[in-house]
């Protein structure tokens, strides 16, 4: 692939919501508004040409035109997705708020770009197992708060064609609006309507629950989440090096055993991911350095009360394990398992409460440096229990999902595997120390693109 690689954008349309919105403004919780300053939540999914079909242009038509006319229905009942961000003053969302950022829904439409890749082939990507290239940044619309003024739509879709055939399908998202829960709620929702059927979740727009009308510091006690700086001599900003690593459902099986048969098939991933990057970092760190592993966990049935199933915005907490790198290599598969699940088990409803006191009084400034992956620590995003392989619009499904970039060292995406359920691909980055050790571990599934 050493070819230049250029995407040519052929057709940009706004597509607005079948019906009005019923509300002028959202309101947006402290767990919503953390994301501010993110860009935009980006995947990619990639689905080849279908063997029933005849010649590309003929399918392509028909399949854009699927996406055309289903999406105004879908927005009508996701319709923050068709709003803009705006900033606030105190009390205009009629709910007797503080000035901030909300989300306007005055229903100018959802973003749908059409476009061609040249340079590369889709079946050169397929024998990589789509390993992270540089111009996946092409396949994507994106967007952060800094474009406000730009009115930039919330989310967005790029539709690109190899020339073969087959798409990458590119989504990009404002993390303000929704988090992974609530994207693949939507595009399983959109699937429902390219089908004809009545939504199966109604997404509930109330995000009161994740807000408090006055926060006190006595509740603001976030202790569960421990610091865990990197050691002297480890410098955070480093060389990235982004691949994919996929763990068949058979990996994860034995990984299980191992583990004694006690634990999940998340518990024993992380855990094994978490070890085996451990090690070479002993290299440059002593055995009582302390490293941590971060993970986001949904909150809408931990809550008490649970939130709604469809509750649509962000609902999650992060849990946090932490060991010295001596006990990570020292002890077995199970008992490293054992601090994954601790941490996830940590993320409870009195803990959301207190992380929802926390932001309001001190933002996210205050907390997110608490949960920053680094070489020295890990944080993972994303599920592979998400229905992304399940968005078929009539093209098939997609036999691929990846990020677009991962974009800090330690961070881990996960994502289902296409040997189903219990497999998983997980997208990576780490300095290119750390990358070469794994590469060079034989039990290490890791994509060698030499």
Partial sequence: MGKAVTVEVLHTSVVKPASPSPQPFLSLSPCDLMWRDYTYNRRLLFYERPVSAVSGDDEYPRFIHTLRSSLPRVLASFYPFAGRLVELPA?????????????????????????????????????????????F??????????????????????????????????????????????????????????????LSLEPSHDRTPLM???????????DWIEDVKAPAGITTVASKVQHVVSFPKEMVEELKTRANNVYGSYEVLCAELWKKVSKPQLVACSRDARTSFCSVVNMRTRMEPPLAVGYFGCALLWGMASATLGELQDEELAATAARIRGAVRSCTSSHMQQFIHFLELYGKDAFVPKIAASPISLRVSSSPKFPMLSIDFGWGRPIAVRSVIVEENGKLVLYPGPSGLGSSDVC???????????????????????
């Fill in 91 to 135: 009390g205009a969302a009629g709910d007797g708020t503080k000035a901030q950022l909300a989300v306007a829904c005055n229903d100018e439409g959802a973003e749908l770009v059409e476009a061609r890749i040249h340079g590369v082939s889709f079946l050169d990507l397929k024998s990589s197992n789509f390993d992270m290239q540089p111009y």
């Fill in 212 to 222: 408090v009308q006055s926060a006190l510091p006595e509740k603001a006690i976030i």
């Fill in 428 to 450: 990576l980055s780490f300095p290119s120390g750390i990358m070469s050790c794994l590469h060079s571990d034989p039990s290490f599934p890791l994509y060698d693109p030499h």
């Fill in 137 to 198: 940044v092409q396949l994507t619309r994106w967007a952060s708060y800094t474009r406000l003024q730009e009115g930039a739509p919330l989310f967005s879709i790029q539709v690109t064609r190899f020339s073969c055939g087959s798409i990458a399908f590119g989504i990009a998202h404002s993390h303000v609006v929704a988090d992974g829960f609530s994207l693949w709620h939507f595009m399983s929702s959109w699937v429902e309507c390219v089908k004809g059927k009545p």
